[in-house]
C-alpha cells in the first residue's frame, strides 16, 4: 500500500495537487473537514459522500453543489482549468449522448485522472513484479472488441442457453484441449471455466463428497489455504498431512492417518506445485498410500501452480494427470501460467461426473457448476491464449521460465544469498527472506521467514538482475560458505 511521505515520481502534477499536503488548508490530521463542521452542527457544509475527499478545489465545489451547496464565484483562471475536463456535449450545453458513460464536468475530469494515474501506477508495479505466478501477457487485440459485449456461459457447459450471446463452443474446446495436455482419453472428460483455481478445488470437493459422503479430505499442510476452506464450506474434515522441507507431502504421515482412519473411503488433494516452494506430491505414491490403507477414494490434482508447466516438460502423460493412474479431478487457475488478465481457471474430471439432483434449468436444461452465469470472457481468452500459442509456443514458454529460475538461483548464490528450487523444473526459487526494504518494494511474500521469486513468462533477466542487485545491496553481509541452504531440488 502506498503509504504517506512515499508517493512515487509518476504522480501527475493534478493529483499532487489535489494531495492533502497542497493546498488544503490544514486541519486536525486524519479528520476530513466536512464531517468535522458537520459534528459541529454547521450545516452549510455537509459530509464529503460519494467521492470521499475532494482531491482539489474543483472537485470540492462539485460535490458541494451535488449536495445542495451554492455554486460559487469562480475566477478566471479557475474557470479556464475546469473547461478541460468537460466533455463535448457539456461544452455545447447538451444532454450526453444516450449510453455515454460521462455525465457531468467534474465527473468526466476526476474519472481520467483517476484512471490514467492508476493505469501509471499500475505500468510502475509491473517492474518489480517477481513475488506471485501470475503476469500480464498483452491483450490480444482481435477479442478488444468483445470487452463490449456480454458473454454469460450460463450454467451447465455441456447444454448451450436460449441465448447466443455465450462462449459454451469455446469453453468446450477449451476443456478438450486441456484435458488432452493433462492426457485424458479424449471422449471423456468434463469440465468448465471457473473463477479461479480455489472454486476447481471447491467444485472437485463437491464431486468427491457425493461419491464418500463421509470421507475425510487429506491435504499437505504446505497445500493452500483454500483447501481447507472449501472442505469446511462443505462441511466435510480435513486432515493436514505433514510436508518435507521442500514442501512435499509426507506420504508416510498420509499412509499413518489413512490407517487410522476407520472411513472404507478417503479423499487426497495433491498439491502439483505448492504457492511458496512449489513442490510437487507424488500421485503415484499418494495412490499407493491409499491402496494399502485399503480404500476406495477420490483424487483431485491441485494443479493451479505448475499443472500445464509441468504437462509441457512430461515426457508422455503427467503422472499427476487425467488418467486412470491419475487424478480424478483437476483444476488449474488461467491467470498464472497462461496469463489472463483476470482470475479465472478451469476444473475438469476424468469422467463425465453424476449429475448433482435437482440441476435442472430453467435457461440450458441443466446446471450443475456453482455458479449459473459464469464469465465467457474467461473462457475466449483462455480458448485463444492456448490456440494462438499451441502447445509448442506454450512449451517454449515454460522452458524459458525454468531456464530464467535456474539464473536467478546462480545470480543470488554468487551475490551471497542462499537460494534453491524444489525440483529441476520449478520456475519458483525459494531463499531466506531477504531485508525488509527488498521485501518492499518487490512485494514479495514471506512465510515462517521464506521468501520466494516465480520466474512467470514476465519476469525477464533484465528483471531479475535488478533484484539480485537490490538483494545484493541490501543484504549485511554475503553468505559464501557454499552450502546450499536446505535441501536439494528431487526429480519430477
Ligand atoms: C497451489 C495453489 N492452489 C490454489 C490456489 C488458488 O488459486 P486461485 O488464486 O486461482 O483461486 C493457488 C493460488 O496461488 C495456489 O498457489
Redesign the pocket.
Known amino acids: 500500500m502506498e503509504r504517506r511521505g512515499d508517493r512515487p515520481a509518476y504522480r501527475t502534477s493534478r493529483a499532487r495537487a489535489g494531495s492533502s499536503g497542497g493546498r488544503r488548508r490544514a486541519g486536525r490530521p486524519g479528520v476530513p473537514r466536512g464531517r468535522r463542521a458537520a459534528a459541529r452542527g454547521d450545516r452549510r457544509i455537509r459530509p464529503v459522500r460519494h467521492g470521499g475527499r475532494p482531491r482539489s478545489r474543483q472537485q470540492g465545489r462539485q460535490q458541494g453543489r451535488q449536495q445542495g451547496r451554492q455554486r460559487p464565484r469562480q475566477r478566471g483562471r479557475q474557470r479556464r482549468r475546469g473547461c478541460r475536463g468537460i466533455a463535448p456535449h457539456a461544452r455545447a450545453g447538451g444532454r450526453p449522448p444516450e449510453g455515454s458513460p460521462v455525465t457531468t464536468l467534474s465527473s468526466s475530469f476526476r474519472l481520467a485522472d483517476s484512471v490514467a494515474e492508476r493505469l501509471l501506477r499500475l505500468t510502475a508495479a509491473e517492474r518489480h513484479k517477481v513475488g506471485f ?1 501470475g503476469w500480464s501477457a498483452a491483450f490480444p487485440q482481435p477479442l478488444v472488441p468483445f470487452l463490449s459485449h456480454e458473454l454469460n456461459n450460463y450454467g451447465d457447459p455441456e447444454s448451450d442457453p436460449v441465448f447466443s450471446w455465450h462462449t459454451k463452443d469455446l469453453e468446450r474446446e477449451l476443456v478438450d484441449d486441456l484435458a488432452g495436455l493433462f492426457g485424458a482419453c479424449p471422449a471423456r472428460p468434463w469440465g468448465h471455466v471457473t ?5 476447481g ?1 471447491l467444485y472437485g470437493l463437491w464431486l468427491a463428497r457425493r461419491k464418500h459422503p463421509r470421507a475425510k479430505v487429506y491435504h499437505s499442510r504446505t ?2 489455504p ?1 483447501v481447507a476452506r472449501n472442505a469446511g464450506m462443505l462441511r466435510m474434515e480435513n486432515v493436514a498431512v505433514a510436508a518435507d522441507v521442500r514442501g512435499e507431502m509426507s506420504y508416510t504421515d498420509l499412509m499413518r492417518r489413512l490407517v487410522a482412519d476407520p472411513n472404507p473411503a478417503a479423499i487426497v488433494v495433491a ?1 502439483i ?3 511458496l516452494t512449489e513442490a510437487v506430491d507424488d500421485v503415484r505414491s499418494i495412490r499407493a498410500a491409499l491402496s494399502a490403507a485399503g480404500k476406495r477414494y477420490h483424487l483431485h490434482a ?1 494443479a ?2 505448475s499443472g500445464i508447466p509441468l504437462a509441457l516438460h512430461a515426457e508422455g502423460r503427467p503422472v499427476f494427470g487425467l488418467h486412470a493412474q491419475g487424478a480424478d479431478s483437476l483444476s488449474i ?1 488461467g ?2 501460467f497462461l496469463g489472463a488478465p483476470f ?1 479465472c ?1 478451469v476444473v475438469m474430471t476424468r469422467t463425465l461426473p453424476a449429475r448433482h439432483p435437482g440441476t435442472s434449468d430453467l435457461l440450458c436444461g441443466a446446471s450443475d457448476s456453482f455458479a449459473s452465469s459464469r464469465n465467457g470472457h474467461a473462457a475466449l481468452i483462455l480458448w485463444y491464449l492456448l490456440k494462438e500459442r499451441g502447445i509448442s509456443g506454450l512449451r517454449e514458454l515454460a522452458q524459458a521460465g525454468r531456464a530464467t529460475a535456474e539464473y536467478a538461483q546462480r545470480r543470488l548464490v554468487s551475490a551471497g544469498w542462499p537460494a534453491w528450487r524444489a525440483h529441476r523444473h520449478a520456475r519458483t526459487v525459494v531463499f531466506p527472506a531477504p531485508p525488509r526494504a527488498v521485501l518492499e518494494t518487490w512485494a514479495l511474500p514471506v512465510v515462517r521467514g521464506v521468501s520466494h521469486i516465480v520466474c512467470t513468462p514476465g519476469v525477464s533477466r533484465s528483471r531479475v538482475d535488478r533484484f539480485v542487485a537490490a538483494v545484493g545491496a541490501a543484504i549485511p553481509e554475503p553468505i559464501k560458505d557454499g552450502q546450499p541452504w536446505t535441501t536439494p531440488s528431487r526429480a519430477v
Open positions: 505466478p473463477n479461479g483455481g480455489s472454486e478445488i497445500a493452500h483454500c498439491t506445485g505448492t504457492t491441485d493451479a501452480m487457475s491467470h498464472k482470475p481457471g
